[in-house]
């Protein structure tokens, strides 16, 4: 079989479905799946298109939740078709486009319209999207909601781009208003500015000075507000990016007292520390910042006990230049890491050595990261019903990260020569696959997803 084909039987002596791995038949029809059989052995009659895997793992295809596209407007530093293809070869399923840092973004219906419009055509993989929220377009929120956005995102510190401005605390407040009794959820990148006192100039060079101009304090400072916000009007919300450990506490104190609050990490918090960065070496920045490994070690704990409730990419592309390589500043440099194609085998290399299973994997980048944006009826599960959405992947297969591997639009990457456990042999949309061993579907099979709420 090679992609494009359609699978209506898929066989592997691993298929986790249920509570494990076992043998399995996933008979699959119109790109859903019919039934599950635990004896793979069975005779399955007349059916023609019939993927025998052998002993390779079946799992959901994965749900990233976290992603800029960057189209319409910037399209020179992704786009759907690049993303996707990225997506599709990392055993991405479902991605969820940020409603920035695309031009327009994606905070008024008719802007929406037209980033629907660049994407019709484009995607590998099925994609949903997420609306904004800036100051002064509350109106816009529920139209958003009808149309299909799965929830929304704010800056509670400037975002990087003008055309999609941080809010306010009063901004805040009426849009939760808005947002009472839809159902909808509301996404914060939380840092807030703080006063800091600069005795002396530090070497903008040095990873340590960039961390230093964003202290944990600004995560906790934001995050005390969402809390706030959370119980006083009872919608959902979600902090995204979760840097700092210091803040598992806060986050854990407002959940006991009521808050309908989940917290994402992503893979560089989880892979990269502060200390193992170079001087000059911008490609390691984001916002917030990757912390020290003692932090990393903290965020681990937290995902294992279930304070942390998934984990997606926060992929955030540019093209080369805006990483000022050259000048190796990283006060001027754009902040953003490109993980999407591998999140995966980034997860699993670090997870499997603490003691993380599959049904761990599945949780944590399947079927949380579905429930977090309503697609938890249709995505994230092996289960009847379900889309047929699949991944078929090799856990114990090693590789090396080089640039010929990767698939997004711009090859830039903290992991670059990593060693990788956990190699994808095959990824499956709605029964058709899109992607096996380095060849993609000649088309792109994704579909546009509008969410109901």
């Known amino acids: 079989m090679k992609p494009l084909s359609p699978v209506t039987v898929l066989r592997s002596q691993r298929v986790f479905w249920g509570t494990g791995i076992q043998p399995a038949l996933i008979i699959i029809k119109d790109g859903k799946i019919l039934e599950i059989l635990s004896d793979c052995d069975q005779n399955i009659g007349d059916a023609s298109e019939v993927l025998d895997v052998g002993c390779l793992l079946v799992m959901p295809g994965l749900v990233d ?56 055509g484009q ?25 299909g956005i799965a929830g929304f995102k704010c800056f509670l510190i400037q975002s990087g781009v003008d055309e999609f401005p941080h809010v306010t605390e009063s901004d805040l407040h009426t849009a939760m208003a808005q947002l009472q009794g839809t159902g909808s959820v509301l996404l914060f990148h939380a840092e807030t500015e703080i006063q800091q006192q600069n005795e002396e100039e530090e070497d903008p060079c040095e990873y340590a000075s960039f961390l230093n ?128 194609q591998f999140g995966l085998s980034l997860f699993w290399t670090t997870a499997r050595q603490k003691g993380f299973s599959v049904a761990d994997v599945v949780r944590i980048l399947c079927q949380k990261p579905a429930e977090l944006c309503h697609l938890d009826n249709q995505k994230g599960s092996l289960l009847p019903g379900y889309d047929a959405d699949l991944v078929i992947w090799d856990p114990d297969k090693e590789f090396e990260l080089n640039e010929d591997d990767i698939h997004h639009k711009n090859k830039l990457s903290p992991y670059l020569g990593f060693r990788l456990h956990g190699q994808v042999f095959a990824t499956i949309v709605r029964g058709q696959i899109v992607y096996m061993q ?10 546009l997803l509008l969410v109901k709420q």
């Open 438 to 447: 380095g060849t993609f579907s000649p088309q792109p099979l994704g579909k």
């Open 123 to 147: 995607c590998f993989v099925d994609t949903a999207f997420w609306g904004g929220v800036i100051p002064n377009n509350q109106s816009e929120l529920r139209p958003l909601i009808q149309a």
């Open 213 to 340: 101009s964003r202290p944990d304090v600004m995560e906790l400072e934001a995050i005390l507000t969402v809390t706030q916000l959370c119980l006083q009007y009872q919608v959902r919300c979600h902090i995204v990016h979760l840097s700092s450990a210091k803040a598992i506490e806060l986050i854990q104190s407002a959940r006991q007292a009521g808050a309908p609050l989940t917290v994402e990490t992503t893979h560089h918090y989880l892979t990269l520390s502060a200390e193992h960065i170079p001087q000059g070496a911008t490609q390691f920045k984001c916002c917030p910042p990757i912390r020290t490994q003692a932090n990393q070690d903290q965020l681990w704990s937290a995902l294992k006990a279930g304070q942390i409730d998934m984990v997606v990419s926060d992929h955030s592309p540019c093209t080369e230049e805006l990483k000022r390589l050259d000048s190796g500043d990283f006060t001027q440099a754009w902040g953003g890491i490109s993980s999407l």
């Open 65 to 120: 939740s976290h992603v800029h596209v960057n189209e319409p407007g910037r399209t020179a530093w992704e786009g759907f078709q690049t993303a996707t293809r990225a997506a599709a070869a990392g055993g991405v399923t479902t991605i969820v486009d940020m409603p920035l840092n695309s031009i327009p973004p994606t905070t008024t219906l008719s802007n929406f319209q037209t980033k629907m419009q660049a994407a019709t």
